[in-house]
Nanobody, 121 residues
């Protein structure tokens, strides 16, 4: 599975940004967005589990995750609104995939290259 993320950039506080991640490969199951703020550990932002969205408390009400399933690709979007300075981070796309023996499983864990989101005051 290959992941290609896009959409990061510089935005003023209160603004909006949409991140997208296209996963190419087989047996792609759950996907999500994580972020790593400067000097801090990587943390969950939002993910879809069994098709259902799950959000970190810090972004609930401000972010919406959505997923488009193609024939051999899956695109995951993260719409972020009312951005705050504390949303500044490198955002990473994650995909969990199964195998030919277990297509619906989560044996494999893939990460995208990261896209920087900077929120200015």
């Amino acid at each position: 599975v290959q992941l290609q993320a896009s959409g990061g950039g510089l935005v003023q506080a209160g603004g909006s940004l949409k991140l997208s991640c296209t996963a190419s490969g087989s047996f792609i199951n759950d996907m999500g967005w994580y972020r790593q703020p400067p000097g801090k550990a990587r943390e969950l932002v939002a993910r879809t589990t069994g098709g259902l969205p799950d959000y970190a408390d810090s972004v609930k009400g401000r972010c919406t995750i959505s997923r488009d399933n193609g024939q051999n690709t899956v695109t995951l979007h993260l719409q972020m609104n009312s951005l705050k300075r504390e949303d500044t981070a490198v955002y990473y796309c994650n995909a969990e995939a199964g195998s030919t023996r277990n297509p619906g499983g989560y044996e494999f864990d893939f990460w995208g290259q990261g896209t920087l989101v900077t929120v200015s005051s």
